[in-house]
């Protein structure tokens, strides 16, 4: 079983500022796919980001780009020039060839302006 | 084009009851996905349906049941409710393609509270 580990429970970050969220996965699988996902307050899950296992290149969307580094089984998430509406919580997950998705424990970002 | 729809929002039931939950998925997605949300647990994996098949189900409980309709609507049920059973039950839809591939859209979700 997938195992996705997100070690910070929760960051302050000043507004315009850059933060980095961190996650890591143990899998033995060679074909992934790795997602950040954000839950503000409201609870709805709002997808962010995604990076398949045979990406070169990391992947981008406007602010979000995620540090992919395989060999460490990492997958960071940076959010630049941080808006007082990042406030929220962001979850790593995983998903192979199983039909579903494991989550990390997510970290909440505070965004203080 | 309409996200992903979940009915109801918010229910309260009491132990012992029964409960079904509904959504319905993007059009064009054929896959959905069912997963249990609480403060001590964290998200956790239900089922997957899709094309009207269960493809894989988490660790739960037979009183967590669920099924898919033709049109790719999903209900999920549980039964003999119990006070651990309170949670957001949020559902995903995707697209039918590799499923490591596409994104995984949810819901609002629907706030479950069992008294």
Same mark, same amino acid.
């Given at each position: ?11 302050? #970050?000043?507004?315009?500022?850059? #933060?980095?969220?961190? /996650? ?67 979850? /790593? ?21 | 084009?309409?996200?992903? =729809?979940? !009915? ?12 079904? +939950? ?23 994996? +239900? ?18 049941? &669920? ?12 039964? !003999? ?8 039950? +949020? ?5 039918? =393609? ?8 949810? &819901?609002?979700?629907?706030?479950? !509270?069992?008294?």
């Amino acid at each position: 079983a997938q195992k996705i580990t997100q070690t910070q429970p929760g960051m302050f #970050v000043q507004e315009k500022e850059a #933060v980095t969220l961190d /996650c890591t996965y143990d899998t033995s699988d060679q074909s992934y796919g790795l997602f950040w996902y954000k839950q503000p307050s409201s609870g709805e899950m709002i997808f962010l980001i995604y990076q398949g296992s045979y990406d070169e290149q990391n992947a981008t969307e406007g602010r979000y780009s995620l540090n992919f580094q395989k060999a460490r089984k990492s997958a960071n998430l940076v959010i630049s020039a941080s808006q007082l509406g990042d406030s929220a919580m962001y979850f /790593c997950a995983f998903g192979s060839n199983d039909y579903k998705l494991s989550f990390g424990a997510g970290t909440t970002v505070t965004v203080r302006a | 084009k309409a996200g992903v =729809t979940q !009915t109801p929002r918010y229910l309260i039931k009491t132990r012992g009851q029964q409960v079904t +939950l509904s959504c319905s998925p993007i059009s064009g997605h054929r896959s959905v996905s069912w997963y249990q949300q609480t403060p001590g647990q964290g998200l956790q994996f +239900l089922f997957e349906y899709f094309s009207e098949t269960q493809r894989n189900k988490g660790n739960f409980p037979g009183r967590f049941s &669920g099924r898919q309709f033709s049109n790719s609507r999903s209900e999920m049920n549980v039964s !003999t409710l119990e006070l651990g059973d309170s949670a957001l039950y +949020l559902c995903a839809s995707s697209l039918p =393609t590799s499923f490591t591939y596409n994104e995984q859209f949810f &819901g609002p979700g629907t706030r479950l !509270t069992v008294l």
